[in-house]
């Protein structure tokens, strides 16, 4: 274990002299046993710079991705936050650790078998309320939500998603347009909605859940 606490401070603090984050967001990511939520045959890489698969043609985006994506939300804890696509359930539990309150869809039921059983080793699994389905759809029963995070790639803004963004909160997302991924953080005033673009990114593609695929 110690090898793994060594590695993770040097990720800190690479993404700390990085500037990608700020220091609540760096503090959660000291905490977190990243190795923990990715195949044990990959551990020792958990903690570098590239992306890792998770299965199911998935990913765990690297700690630079997850750092300043995390940091765009602008989280106050006691906030309620809903993550679509949830993956191998890290980014969730970094979520839990900065104190929100996280709702979180995922497409793929074995992954998200794999995201409880972690949760549950690191005893979070009683503080995310998790669920497989279609992350356009949302979360309705559990909206507002103070802010979306979303972690593949739609062709455009999912309007049930902006449906169920609070007044004032923001919503960060990679969006395909067809001439590449960009990240872009969403605020909703009103029923109006503002863009900011935050610069090139690169997701695994959004799709829907169909009729028949297993629960």
Known sequence: MSEFRVARERMVERLRAAGLAGEAVLGAMAELPRHRFVEPALGRRAY?????????????????????????LRLAPGQRVLEVGTGSGYQAAL???????????????PLLDGARAAWTELRLADRIRARVGDGHAGWPE????DRILVTAAPRELP????????????LVLPLDGGGGQR???????????FREDLGACSFVPMRARTVGESP
């Open 95 to 109: 979520l839990c650790l900065l104190g929100a309150e996280v709702w979180t869809v995922e497409r793929i039921a």
């Open 142 to 145: 559990g909206a507002p939500f």
């Open 48 to 72: 570098g710079r590239d992306s890792l698969p998770i299965g199911h043609d998935q990913t765990l985006s690297h700690p630079e991705v997850v750092a300043f994506m995390t940091e765009s």
């Open 159 to 170: 309007p049930h998603l902006l449906a169920q963004l609070a007044h004032g909160g923001f």
């Open 183 to 193: 990240l872009v953080r969403v605020r909703r005033e009103g029923e109006r909605a």
